[in-house]
């Protein structure tokens, strides 16, 4: 009489995953058998029926019922130390790869390629694209930054994202900001409407009308923006402008002004009438 193998436990949620590994389009065919090895011993398969049914051998049968026994959905995903493809590069090489795409720049260009970096190491494109890929490595792009010298950075940065996060009560948030130079163009004739079959047209010439600037201020609460344009920029429009934005609220709201450091802000005038606003 032959004996029958005692059947897998399996928990209703780890046949939930099982199963889903089974039906999933891009799960690994290593995985999904192991997945189907276990499903059919959860259900009282024989191990000779296992075999049979999905044209394995006895060992590997026995083999991935235990590691389920012994770690669960987790110990079928796992590579064994000593299995899986053997590297073909070693890490020495590798590292030397990553220090030449860090450290050093090809001649007459401003960045590595991955056939650049081919050809200069002796390899395949596809070889530096995965390694590029394994450190996170992208000579293409870059990002700027710089770094504020303002001694009270960190004080400011503090006050202006608690304005954002926990604006105070009873007062009004605005972000005040100006746009410079803005040009004032006409073109020289009338354009023509888009219709069916044609795009709008208009000239190519235009004529110019000098520049204004806008100075602009947005509600944080409700998105309301007030807006002014003037024939220039300096303090005294700025201080213009903030003068208006007063009137526009009531006296007794509390305006919090989220600005730049452009230097109109910092002049002394500006700093006295933000610290103090007149009364009227």
């Not at 995965?130 to 870059?142: A, D, E, K, M, N």
């Not at 220039?232 to 009531?250: G, I, M, N, W």
């Not at 500006?270 to 007149?278: G, Q, S, T, Y």
Request: charged share 25%.
């Amino acid at each position: 009489m032959r004996n029958t193998a005692t059947p897998v436990l399996v928990t209703d949620e780890q046949r939930r995953t099982l199963k889903a590994w089974v039906q999933a389009k891009n799960t690994p065919q290593g995985i999904a058998l192991r997945a189907k090895i276990v499903l059919a011993a959860a259900d009282g398969a024989s191990n000779h029926g296992i075999t049979r049914e999905l044209g394995v051998g006895r060992p590997t049968v026995l083999l991935w019922r235990r590691r389920f026994q012994e770690g669960g959905v987790d110990a079928l995903t796992r590579i064994a130390p000593g299995r899986g493809r053997r590297p073909t590069y070693t890490a020495e090489r590798v590292a030397q790869i990553v220090a030449a795409t860090t450290r050093t720049k090809p001649r007459g260009a401003t960045h590595w390629s991955t056939r650049t970096m081919a050809k200069a190491q002796g390899l395949s494109k596809d070889t530096v694209q995965r390694i590029w890929f394994s450190h996170g490595l992208q000579p293409h792009r870059t990002k700027r930054y710089k770094l504020s010298t303002d001694p009270r950075f960190t004080e400011k940065l503090t006050d202006v994202v608690g304005l954002y996060l926990n604006p105070p009560d009873k007062a009004v948030v605005l972000c005040v900001d100006e746009k410079s130079q803005i040009q004032a163009l006409q073109r020289t004739q009338p354009g023509l409407p888009m219709k069916k079959g044609r795009c709008g047209t208009m000239t190519h010439d235009y004529k110019r009308h000098g520049t204004t600037t806008l100075f602009a201020a947005l509600n944080v609460l409700d998105g309301r923006v007030i807006g002014e344009c003037m024939t220039r920029h300096r303090h005294q429009e700025f201080l213009r402008f903030l003068r208006r934005l007063d009137q526009a609220f009531p006296r007794e709201t509390p305006l919090h002004l989220i600005v730049d450091n452009y230097g109109t802000h910092k002049q002394p005038k500006v700093k006295a009438w933000l610290e103090k606003p007149p009364t009227p």
